[in-house]
């Protein structure tokens, strides 16, 4: 297993990884990376990243439909977080062909950090 670590600068922020995957792809070959967040409070998805208002969009929607707010039962304050982590979920898996890894045109792989700023973790399983 590989263990990459992301640095979040925001509370709420949409960090492209997909460099960052791209790399350790070049090493695998052919597979499947499983990509998994183990966090509770972020999450990983894959969209545009082209242009970069379509993250932003993104990120304000998600955050008018679970806003942050402390009329939550979850005492540590940080329900919306939790929240938001689950509706966009903490793995993708993507396709490596010959060490590239196979995006559509205009996709990017996101970590989408929803309590920050905070080190974090992405574990890269590669299924053979
Ligand atoms: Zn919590």
């Known amino acids: 297993m590989i263990v990459k670590t ?5 509370r709420i922020e949409a960090i ?14 052919n597979g499947i990376m499983l990509i998994y967040v183990p966090h509770t409070t ?11 208002s379509v993250m932003d969009d993104l990120m304000e ?4 439909l679970v806003p942050y707010s402390k009329n939550y039962r979850h ?4 329900s919306d977080a939790h929240i938001k982590s689950s509706l966009i979920g903490n793995s993708v898996q ?4 010959n060490g590239n890894l196979i ?7 996101f970590f989408l950090e929803f ?14």
């Open 75 to 78: 005492l540590e304050g940080n």
């Open 103 to 109: 995006l559509g045109r205009w996709q990017g792989i």
């Open 6 to 10: 992301i640095k979040s600068y925001k």
């Open 16 to 29: 492209d990884i997909t460099n960052t995957i791209s790399k350790e792809a070049e090493n695998i070959g």
């Open 94 to 97: 993507l396709i490596v062909e």
């Open 61 to 64: 929607k998600v955050s008018s």
């Open 42 to 52: 972020a999450a990983i998805t894959i969209n545009e990243a082209y242009d970069p």
């Open 115 to 128: 309590d920050g700023p905070r080190d974090r973790k992405i574990f890269i399983k590669v299924l053979r």
